[in-house]
């Protein structure tokens, strides 16, 4: 919530005091604007000399509110092959999308028409390609419309939302967005907006869209007024950021420019954000023109805040950035974006590393986890694709499966940062599985790549399935996209320093065995922070602007990483750069004595001091050790995981290992034996442990072992009793006989062939028969058969061997025999 | 079961040898070409009059002395994808 600004900007167009999002001018209670468009308009970006076109079913390039910056050379039309994208009009508005999103991203200003646009001087294109049967040639040839003229393409479109489709650009259309990435742009990469979907009530995930699943798409989610996920949300690890939108009836929604050069303050959903932040994205491109595409992915991450939207799952990755599956690294700031954009260096070259291959094919249980691993070096052996700071994560995975829509993928990264790939999405009744279908997470962003990965894959049956029919993972592969150097250290001293503190400072170690002999935890600097300054302006801001974190000493600037000594706590080392913090981050503990935070032994989340067996709670992936005070990735012997608490509880004294419960046992203590999931005293035979009188008791005497005194309740028969009918018996019914088993010490009881009434040694071999039966053998055949057969007959029968088949024996054998 | 797919009486074509060597091939197969498919070399649209417009069965016959050609390394009808606005 912030307060009404005094100074904000006043427009002529009459819907302006209705755009809740972009300013505090209605002076309520309700005043939204952290997505700041209006500080980034002070600051002079408004979208000059930038090209943004709208993928959809076009735009009224006549409506007063786009006209004046309706860019025909951004335009075509696919659909009817000429450049004209202007919608077909029809009676129901139906193509009223395009011109929709348009107005949010270049709509003019001070026109005295309806709004006014994030980027209101960029010039805006449309491509009409949703009016008609959409094909891969139609996608492919929409990417790829004039990539070296159009900076920003924005599409609120993708495969059905509806919860049960799995689908993605074709072969062309990934070719395209390939071409915009590398050629796009004077080779600076073409930048493409995708809306993440609209299929949150028909419990969809984004991640089986494999538009806004690709790396080369900024995928974009959407925030009610009052920070809710809105019903349409669907969440996945691919969403980077997001935008307000329309939320419940009474939030409100997005004004914008309408068909029939109409006003509407209707427009919703999923639609209304990758506008929104290709407006916003023109507003940096105007402050550097030479941002390259994973620039502008950079620096979405850096500057989106979790601000006020609320979600389960926020969450600290290993470099320090809050992430979440609904929102992506938050909601964007316009400002922050074109300050940053600005002073932008731009990053490394991206490196790609198949960091693991694995096509081993394996059943995945049902219920449990599937859990598979690969510890990996992130290609450091080779150094044109050496991954040592992540970006893009892929998991390439074929999946054979009854029901796809019981699967849930994770994917958890060296540094312990958990991604949900895939949910369970009750209305995918496909058994078609995924063949290579990419999984891509953003939430691993600025980590080290280096380490154990771990992919996990739960079936959850959401109805009654054939347990026999389970899922195999066929093959699955992991592929790292990010940069061998540090993203931000081409910046100047004082950037660099600035930058390196939010990556590295919350940053969680990777477990040891990933650690290469180089990157072995550098030591803490042990001596006071004093930062650099320059002569003659430290005492300018020390009295002024310091950060109110900054000790007595001052500080070179006003940001909490500037100042000479600290109040509290410091954090970070010097290679690292150091701020000031009140509280020590979780991964640290304060060390009071020397005012430093200092790192908790690898897993814990909060410590007492360095130890091991000083931790207080643990990260993620592992559990407390409460008797030890250690944290584990496995509970030892005598433990087992407490998955609510995350800690590791003692077994029943009678176990040797447990699971879930106390006294879930599934390995006894000597002297005691597993029965129903419980670890009983050993009995004599012929007796039983009764667990009410806490003594052994007398079996029946037919039993040999039993677990209570019932004739019902024998493991084992005595000496010369069958087993029969859950009973032990002296002697088998008529029409069964005793039948060795092996690994029993008893006889089973089994039955004699249908029409036996007796049999011995095994089923067939008949000693009587039943009425209506004549025994030939050791065979009982009916009586009704025929017995005047003729030679040829006979010989018929016995050339087709007749009589072996069991359908003919009963009409056949006695004939033939009687026929000779 | 899913849907069934939909054929169209449009095909993407990969020929080598350029678009002259594109429209050569498409003439002699009794296609139109319809240009290259965006900025991907030796990808080309082609049109085929003859074939139902939608269908929901693939296409043969003709067809299959196109994917014959020496010229054509890779040939796809295309299949309508269902898209929806967000």
């Known amino acids: ?820 | 079961p899913p849907p069934r797919p939909v054929y169209t009486n449009h095909w993407a074509v990969q020929v080598l040898g350029g678009p002259a060597e594109a429209d050569r091939v498409a003439a002699a197969h009794g296609y139109l070409n319809l240009g290259q498919i965006g900025n991907l070399e030796d990808y080309y649209h082609f049109y085929h009059s003859k074939t139902f417009k939608r269908s929901t069965l693939s296409s043969r016959g003709p067809h299959t002395f196109l994917r014959m050609d020496p010229q054509v390394k890779w040939l796809q009808q295309q299949e309508v994808k269902r898209r929806v606005k967000r």
């Open chain 1, 1 to 820: 919530q912030v307060r009404s600004d005094p100074q904000a900007l006043y427009f002529n167009d009459p819907i302006w005091s209705n755009m809740w999002y972009l300013h505090c001018g209605d002076k309520n209670s309700r005043c939204r604007s952290e997505m700041n468009v209006q500080a980034a308009w002070k600051r002079g970006y408004t979208g000059k000399n930038v090209v943004v076109t709208i993928l959809d079913d076009g735009i009224e390039r006549n409506h007063p509110d786009l006209a004046p910056n309706y860019d025909s050379y951004a335009s075509y039309d696919v659909n009817g092959n000429d450049y004209d994208p202007s919608p077909r009009y029809d009676a129901s508005n139906e193509n009223k999308h395009g011109t929709r999103c348009a107005g949010e991203v270049a709509a003019s200003a001070n026109n005295s028409y309806c709004i006014v646009g994030i980027a209101y001087n960029a010039k805006i294109g449309g491509i009409r390609m949703l009016d008609g049967d959409v094909t891969d040639v139609v996608e492919a040839k929409s990417l790829g419309i004039r990539p070296n003229y159009i900076d920003i393409y924005s599409a609120s479109w993708g495969p059905d939302d509806d919860g049960k489709t799995v689908d993605g650009p074709g072969r062309l259309a990934k070719q395209a967005f390939e071409y915009g990435i590398k050629k796009g742009r004077q080779g600076l990469g073409s930048i493409f907006v995708w809306a993440s979907g609209n299929g949150g009530r028909e419990g969809d995930y984004c991640s089986c869209d494999g538009y806004t699943n690709s790396i080369y798409t900024i995928s974009v989610s959407s925030a009610t007024e009052n920070g809710y996920k809105p019903w349409y949300l669907e969440e996945c690890a691919s969403t980077l950021a997001t935008t307000y939108s329309s939320g419940a009836f009474y939030e409100r929604k997005i004004v914008t420019t309408d068909l029939r050069q109409r006003c509407t303050d209707g427009h919703t959903g999923t639609s209304v954000s990758a506008p929104m932040v290709a407006g916003i994205i023109a507003l940096a491109l105007e402050a550097n023109s030479q941002l390259t595409w994973r620039d502008v992915q950079h620096l979405l991450v850096k500057t989106s805040r979790p601000a006020h939207l609320k979600a389960s799952d926020w969450k600290v990755n290993g470099a320090g950035h809050k992430v979440s599956h609904f929102y992506g690294f938050g909601l964007v700031d316009a400002e922050a974006l074109v300050v940053e954009a600005k002073k932008w260096t731009a990053v490394p070259s991206q490196h790609m590393c198949v960091a693991a291959s694995d096509k081993r094919p394996r059943s995945i249980p049902l219920v449990q986890v599937l859990r598979t691993t690969a510890l990996t070096s992130a290609c450091a052996e080779h150094s044109d694709q050496r991954v040592v700071y992540l970006e893009h994560v892929v998991v390439r995975t074929s999946i054979s499966h009854p029901r796809r829509g019981d699967l849930q993928i994770y994917l958890v990264s060296p540094s312990g940062t958990k991604s949900q790939l895939l949910a369970k999405r009750l209305l995918d009744l496909s058994n078609e599985g995924f063949t290579n279908w990419e999984f891509m997470t953003v939430h691993c962003w600025g980590e080290k790549a280096e380490g154990q990965w771990t992919l996990e894959i739960q079936d959850l049956p959401s109805q009654v399935r054939n347990p026999e029919k389970q899922g195999k993972l066929k093959e699955w592969s992991l592929i790292l996209y990010g940069t061998a150097e540090h993203p931000y250290h081409t910046f100047s001293a004082h950037q660099s320093r600035s930058r390196m503190l939010e990556l590295s400072a919350p940053e969680l170690e990777p477990p040891k065995a990933a650690l290469s002999p180089s990157q072995v935890e550098v030591p803490e600097d042990e001596e006071d922070y004093t930062a650099q300054s320059t002569p003659g302006s430290a005492n300018i801001l020390q009295t002024s602007v310091c950060h109110p974190e900054c000790g007595d000493k001052g500080c070179d600037g006003p940001n909490a990483d500037q100042c000479l000594n600290c109040v509290h706590f410091s954090l970070g080392s010097v290679k690292t750069s150091r701020k000031c913090v009140s509280v020590c981050p979780l991964g640290y503990f304060g060390d009071t004595a020397a005012r430093r935070c200092r790192r908790c032994h690898k897993g814990c989340e909060t410590c007492s001091s360095r130890a091991a067996t000083q931790c207080l709670s643990c990260r993620r992936g592992f559990y407390h050790h409460q008797e030890m005070n250690t944290c584990v990735t496995l509970c030892p012997a005598g433990f087992y995981a407490d998955e609510s608490q995350k800690n590791c509880l003692k077994c029943h004294p009678s176990c040797k290992k447990c699971v879930d419960e106390p006294e879930k046992c599934t390995v006894c203590k000597e002297g005691f034996s597993l029965a129903r999931g419980s670890c009983i005293p050993d009995c004599e035979p012929g007796t039983y442990f009764d667990s009410e009188l806490i003594r052994c008791g007398e079996c029946h005497h037919t039993c040999g072992t039993c677990v209570g005194p019932g004739r019902e309740e024998c493991i084992h028969c005595a000496k010369n009793f069958h087993f029969h009918d859950w009973k032990c018996v002296p002697a088998c019914g008529e029409g069964f006989y005793p039948e060795e088993m092996p690994g029993l010490p008893h006889k089973v009881c089994r039955r004699c062939d249908e029409n036996c009434l007796s049999c011995a040694g095994s089923s067939r071999n008949c000693s009587r028969c039943k009425t209506g039966f004549t025994q030939l053998g050791t065979s009982c055949i009916t009586n009704h058969t025929c017995s005047n057969a003729d030679e040829t007959f006979c010989e018929m029968v016995k050339s087709n061997r007749l009589c072996e088949r069991k359908l003919f024996i009963q009409f056949c054998c006695r004939t033939c025999l009687l026929a000779g």
